[in-house]
């Protein structure tokens, strides 16, 4: 197993970062919301389809009679 310096690391980490091409925030804001709407949508989506299922068991299996 070779030895690592943890300087060295730290400075190739950094050489590293410094060639990532990041998001400027307007990129990050419209994101972010758009996965809000998402994962809201998507909720309701599943409140429904469980509410509905439910409703059909319950049709089905006969109860609250």
Do not use: C, H
């Not at 990041?22 to 996965?35: A, D, F, Q, S």
Request: hydrophobic share 55%; no cysteine.
């Amino acid at each position: 197993m070779a030895k690592y310096n943890p300087v060295e690391f730290i400075q190739e980490v950094r050489q590293e970062t410094s060639k990532v091409t990041w998001p400027t925030w307007k990129e990050v804001w419209i994101t972010t919301l758009m996965v809000l709407i998402m994962v809201s949508l998507a909720s309701v989506f599943f409140l429904i389809t469980d509410q509905a299922i439910g409703w059909l068991v319950q049709l089905v299996l006969g109860a609250n009679r």
